[in-house]
């Protein structure tokens, strides 16, 4: 019964350094997503795809590049780490979302990244 | 210019009580979808309203979509502990979802 798993949980980098998020997912969706959340900010959108190989951008790209090889698989990665990039970053699934679809979105647990 | 908002952005009240918390706009939405985040998780989904007017309940939770489609509202009654966690509305605007900042609750025993 795994759903979204994100890896790391956790993670501390310095300015400059690089690094790659790991969203998986098991219940066959087409859609998935990688969210920022900040305080007072909610949900902000960075990139998403509609199916294995396509991605898009999302309200806040800049800095950040994805990767959809694999159904299952969406990778989140940080070029050259910025503070401004200290945040919790959410994955989430779902069924297609275009149209009058009100299928609901399916979130991993998060990755706390600290950028120093 | 804000798209969505929603108040309180935080509330503390005793286990017992009653409350609304608001989602409002100025645009119109096709549907809108409330989730409920704990400390340390990903949103999970509460409900999806779609037609202006429309209330569901959910136990003690009401939620209802403005007549207009502009807004949304959600109703905890006799509030208990296990209701503590930030309540986010998520509306449906050109096939996206636009996310609010969310109303952080905590109901206290």
């Known amino acids: 019964n795994a759903g979204v798993t994100q890896t790391p949980k956790f993670r501390v980098l310095k300015t400059g350094q690089s690094m790659t998020l790991l969203c998986a997912q098991d219940?066959?969706?087409?859609?998935m997503y990688w969210y920022r959340q900040d305080p007072g900010m909610g949900l902000r959108l960075i990139h998403y795809?509609?199916?294995?190989?396509?991605?898009a951008k999302g309200e806040v790209p800049d800095g950040y590049n994805v990767s959809r090889l694999k159904k299952q698989n969406f990778l989140l990665g940080l070029e050259s780490a910025a503070p401004s990039q200290t945040s919790v970053y959410f994955c989430?699934?779902?069924?297609?979302?275009?149209?009058?679809?009100?299928?609901?979105?399916?979130f991993g647990d998060g990755t706390r990244l600290s950028i120093l | 210019t804000q798209l969505l908002e929603q108040s309180p952005q935080f509330l503390s009240i005793q286990e017992g009580e009653n409350l609304t918390v608001y989602c409002n706009s100025s645009?119109?939405?096709?549907?809108l979808q409330w989730y409920r985040q704990e400390p340390g998780e990903g949103p999970v989904l509460l409900v999806t309203?779609?037609?202006g007017g429309e209330v569901k309940k959910l136990k003690r939770l009401t939620f209802q979509f403005g007549d207009a489609r502009k807004d949304s509202s959600l109703h905890i009654t006799a509030a208990q502990p296990g209701d503590t966690g930030l309540y986010l509305c998520?509306?449906?605007?050109?096939?996206?979802?636009?996310w609010g900042a969310g109303t952080k609750l905590i109901i206290k025993p």
């Open positions: 309203v779609v037609t």
């Open positions: 795809s509609v199916g294995e190989g396509t991605t």
């Open positions: 645009s119109v939405f096709s549907s």
């Open positions: 989430a699934s779902s069924y297609p979302a275009g149209g009058y679809s009100n299928q609901p979105q399916h």
């Open positions: 998520a509306p449906r605007l050109n096939y996206q979802l636009i």
């Open positions: 219940m066959n969706h087409e859609y």
